[in-house]
């Protein structure tokens, strides 16, 4: 089983387990793709897709957030805790085992496009927060791991920051190739 990654300065982990974020974009890493064929780079770049379709794939999260959240309920009560308050995984998510993950994702389409080929209706499903309490105006932005929060007027100029704080300054505007991510929470 694979893992993946949310950002959770952003709160995108969260939004994951709360259901509101059901979609992903992850940048096309041009180095996995070994033959592109005139006229089929979106079907040679899906063969490089990292994750398929009906593929169960484990939320990453910290052994600590993990026992903190599940105490004796989560998979690391049941082996040896000592090992695992110890290990890198303990305070990093980048460092654990899968199949000790609680939370796990179905990966129900995939499909692949230019990053500012997203819909506004997209951009909500990546997680976006909608703020309604701001007037006749609706709000749309992220909340922040420290309660903090960023809303722009519209789905794609809060998606194009978030993006770029993501993934890196720029990236909205170099418009990439990027693996488009359709998934349900699994029970």
Do not use: H
Not at 6 to 25: I, P, Q, S, Y
Not at 145 to 160: H, I
């Amino acid at each position: 089983m694979q893992k993946i990654m949310f950002n959770d300065r952003f709160g995108l982990t969260k939004a994951v387990l709360e259901g509101r974020k059901t979609m992903t974009r992850r940048l096309v890493n041009l180095n996995r793709v070994s033959t592109l064929i005139p006229g089929r780079v979106k079907e040679c770049y899906l063969d490089c897709s990292p994750f398929k379709v009906g593929e169960v794939v484990a939320v990453a999260q910290s052994y600590k957030e993990i026992r903190e959240k599940y105490g004796i309920r989560s998979p690391i009560e049941y082996i040896n805790r000592d090992r695992y308050e110890k290990s890198a995984g303990w305070n990093n998510k980048m460092f654990v085992r899968a199949s000790l993950m609680p939370n796990k994702i179905r990966i129900t389409k995939v499909r692949i496009e230019r990053l500012q080929d997203i819909s506004d209706e997209d951009c909500i499903r990546e997680g976006l927060a909608v703020d309604k309490e701001s007037g006749s105006l609706s709000l749309y932005g992220w909340e922040r791991a420290d309660k903090s929060g960023e809303f722009f007027a519209t789905p794609q100029l809060a998606f194009a920051a978030l993006i770029d704080k993501v993934s890196g300054k720029g990236v909205w505007k170099s418009n990439p190739w990027v693996f488009v991510y359709e998934f349900e929470l699994v029970k």
